[in-house]
């Protein structure tokens, strides 16, 4: 079953963050990394680490929870990142481990 995907990028520890959804998570940070789009957000702010991700069987619920996260205060989103990811380490680096350990 194909999976949908809130994350958050940042370009540095407590830096700028970008919130998204997709359903196809390891390309979608690929071209962030890459920058595919170079007048998106993500490439304007360099925001080209994966510090956070929940994973959704549902579409409409990942956008849901996207929209939820867009309207938290920066701090309460700060502490999501830091609970799940203290060291604001690139999950995405060791992919397929970070992957799998979050996924369950």
């Known amino acids: 079953m194909p999976y949908w995907y ?60 996207e929209r939820q996260f867009k309207k938290w205060k920066r701090q309460w989103k700060v502490e999501l990142i830091e609970d799940m990811n203290p060291s604001w380490t690139d999950i995405s680096v060791n992919w397929n481990l970070n992957y799998n350990i979050l996924r369950s």
């Open 6 to 65: 809130v994350y958050i990028m940042t370009n540095k520890p407590n830096g700028v963050l970008y919130i998204g959804v997709t359903n196809n998570i390891e390309e979608r940070v690929k071209e962030h990394q890459l920058k595919i789009y170079p007048k998106s957000f993500t490439a304007r702010y360099n925001c080209d680490k994966l510090v956070y991700f929940e994973a959704f069987e549902d579409g409409a619920e990942a956008e849901k929870r």
